[in-house]
């Protein structure tokens, strides 16, 4: 196996990281829909972390990887249209699901308050937070993107 055998499967891994990680938080989007009490939303600190560093990890890894192959593959060049579009959404993708972070962190914060202050009761505005409706919509906008950049990658259309 040449070197760029291995970073295309490393670029593969890297996406299958990556969707992991975005199917993770739809687990958690799905879970914390039922959190009213500081103690429920704030249990999901550590898996919502988790699913985290798969993005994170899946995101760094396709973004280093594809542009090392867009360089190093003979046929193919980074201003080739299908890997612009690549990239285009890879940023959409990251933008939106920063936004989807912060919408879903408002329930976090509100929760460390309550427990702070000594609250462990079950909170009407802490549920409202938690399922957030623009928090659900910035997901599934992130989710698209992330399924626009993988079929473009797939088919690679212009190619």
């Keep these: 196996m040449s070197l760029d055998d291995w970073v295309l499967a490393l670029h593969v891994v890297s ?3 990556l969707v992991a990680g975005l199917v993770f938080f739809w687990v958690l ?3 914390v ?3 009213d ?3 429920e939303t704030l249990r999901l600190g550590a898996p919502n972390q988790l699913a985290g560093a798969c993005v994170g990890i899946g995101a760094v890894g396709t973004l280093a990887l594809g542009l090392w192959l867009a360089f190093s593959v003979g046929n193919y060049s980074v201003w080739d ?3 612009v579009a690549a990239l285009v959404l ?3 993708a990251m933008a939106l699901g920063s936004r989807t972070n912060a919408a879903f962190s408002q329930g976090a914060k509100k929760a460390q308050e ?3 202050a000594g609250q462990n009761a079950p909170s009407a505005e802490l549920l409202a937070l938690n399922r957030t409706a623009s ?3 910035l997901q599934a906008l992130t989710s698209l993107a992330v399924l626009l950049a993988l079929l473009d990658m797939i088919f690679k259309p212009g190619a």
């Design 15 to 17: 996406a299958f990281a």
């Design 29 to 31: 989007v799905v879970a």
């Design 33 to 35: 829909r039922k959190a």
């Design 37 to 39: 009490t500081p103690e």
């Design 81 to 83: 249209g299908w890997i």
């Design 90 to 92: 890879w940023v959409v």
């Design 114 to 116: 309550l427990r702070a």
């Design 135 to 137: 928090g659900v919509a």
